[in-house]
């Protein structure tokens, strides 16, 4: 499976101890060199987002088309509009990314998405989260991750919580 990724998933999941979740899921995410640049920033003041900067499973993978994405920044922030060409252009089967002007786009072009609570939910179908998914959210909104309480409901009942 081809797995490009934004910058949020990768960060988020790293802050709570869980990137590995994608290596189990989809063994290779593939980035490009905005999102690496977006971590690298974040790795300043959160140190954490260095275990996934590191990660074999990572892969920083350089764009065919700078002006593409030039053309899409115009619509989402720079990771997301390259995150969503280089998913264009190596026919990625899923893209990470849950900024909702970027979902939308992508989703406008035919590519097919994930959130961090997707990749979450999946994990913990396929067995992958030990416990409850319920102390997991919290650790999320406890960093600032924005989602309504119905959501949250949504995602626990779904994950079969």
Known sequence: MIVVSDTSCLC???MIRQEELLLLLFHDVIIPPAVAAELARGAVDFPAIHRV????WLTVRTLNSASRAAELEKQVDRG???????AEEIHADLLMVDDQEARDLAARLGIKRIGLLGVLIAAKKAGHLNGSLGPVLEALLNLGFRASPSL???VLKEAGE
């Open 12 to 14: 988020y999941l790293a």
């Open 53 to 56: 900067l590191d990660a074999a």
């Open 80 to 86: 997301e509009a390259e995150a969503i060409t280089l």
């Open 152 to 154: 949250i409901q949504q």
